[in-house]
Structures are given as C-alpha cells and as structure tokens.
C-alpha cells in the first residue's frame, strides 16, 4: 500500500496554484540534492501545463547529512516566505544549486533586493529553523527518506518523476 501524506496541505504551506484545483502535487525537496535540481524543471513544465487543474506545494525536506548548504538555504527560502518572497527565492536557490555556500546565498537574497544582513541575522538566531523542521518532521510522518519525493492528492508517487510519469499520474488523477 502506498504511503500517504500525513500532514494535510494546509494555510503554512507554500503553494502555486488555486486551492481549487482537483489535482495537489505536494514535493518533500532539498535545494542542494541533485535529483531535485534535476525534478525543478521538469515540475515547472508539468505546473505549466496543467495550469488551474493543479496546486503544487514545496515542503523542505534538507539532507544535511549528505548537503551542507541544504539547511541554511530552507532557512533562507522561509526568511524570503516572511518578506513574501518565497517564490521567487526558491528559484534563485535552484538557479544557483551547483554553487550553494552561504556567500552565495546572501547574494541571491540581494539580487532580489531583500536585506542580505537581516539573512545573515536570521541564521545565527536560527528564526526559521523550527518551520523548517516541521516540515521535515511531517515528511518522515509520511514516509519519505529521500529527495524529491512527490505525492498526488495525498498518496505518495512512486512511479518515476520524469515529466511524462508525472504527467500521466496527475492525468490519471482528473480523470
């Protein structure tokens, strides 16, 4: 039996998309893995085609162990979600993954005109760290051990997360 997402999408959330859509893509990622970096495109693409039919929600799920900037960049991805920026910054965190360090992180935030040295305040009191937490908390929750890990209206996808697996889940899904 597949998983299920145990923590329902809720207002902490981080979604793109209408609530109303009838189909909820919900991805467990961390900004410096690899395959995620990979999945980030082709997600964009499958949100593009699907427009108003599907809400896409993005929870942190940092691998510190095996990504050392993946835990300062969830924090600054929700120090840019207080400044209602987290779009934005979790594209320039994706844009930039093969040069994460917090040097860099603290030049995105610039680049988008945000207060680098507010950024660099919330590190060291570790303001975000608790929300990102939670979300990391709600993934084990619901069975995730790795990135990305996607699931379709609340059941965890575990066919593959190239665009046309997605796409023919989320299909599968409307129909």
Same mark, same amino acid.
């Given at each position: 039996?597949?998983?299920?997402?145990?923590?329902?999408?809720?207002?902490?959330?981080?979604?793109?998309?209408?609530?109303?859509?009838?189909?909820?893509?919900?991805?467990?990622?961390?900004?410096?893995?690899?395959?995620?970096? @990979? =999945?980030?495109?082709?997600? $964009?693409?499958?949100?593009? +085609? #699907?427009?108003? /039919?599907?809400?896409?929600? *993005?929870?942190?799920?940092?691998?510190?162990?095996?990504?050392?900037?993946?835990?300062?960049?969830?924090?600054?991805?929700?120090?840019?979600?207080?400044?209602?920026?987290?779009?934005?910054?979790?594209?320039?965190?994706?844009?930039?993954?093969?040069?994460?360090?917090?040097?860099?992180?603290?030049?995105?935030?610039?680049?988008?005109?945000?207060? @680098? =040295?507010?950024?660099?305040? $919330?590190?060291?009191?570790? +303001? #975000?760290?608790? /929300?990102?937490?939670?979300? *990391?908390?709600?993934?084990?929750?619901?069975?995730?051990?790795?990135?990305?890990?996607?699931?379709?209206?609340?059941?965890?996808?575990?066919?593959?997360?190239?665009?046309?697996?997605?796409?023919?889940?989320?299909?599968?899904?409307?129909?």
């Amino acid at each position: 039996m597949p998983a299920l997402l145990t923590v329902p999408v809720g207002p902490r959330d981080h979604v793109r998309g209408p609530a109303s859509a009838p189909v909820t893509l919900v991805e467990y990622g961390d900004f410096e893995c690899p395959q995620c970096g @990979a =999945a980030y495109p082709i997600v $964009a693409r499958v949100v593009d +085609t #699907f427009g108003d /039919r599907l809400r896409f929600v *993005f929870r942190h799920f940092p691998l510190t162990n095996s990504h050392p900037n993946a835990q300062h960049a969830a924090e600054e991805a929700e120090w840019a979600a207080a400044q209602n920026a987290f779009w934005p910054m979790y594209d320039a965190l994706y844009g930039a993954q093969k040069s994460l360090s917090d040097r860099r992180m603290l030049q995105l935030a610039t680049e988008l005109g945000l207060p @680098a =040295a507010e950024l660099q305040g $919330a590190w060291t009191a570790h +303001t #975000f760290i608790a /929300r990102v937490k939670e979300d *990391f908390a709600s993934g084990l929750k619901s069975g995730v051990t790795g990135t990305p890990s996607f699931f379709i209206n609340g059941v965890r996808h575990e066919a593959g997360w190239d665009e046309l697996a997605l796409a023919h889940a989320i299909e599968a899904e409307l129909k």
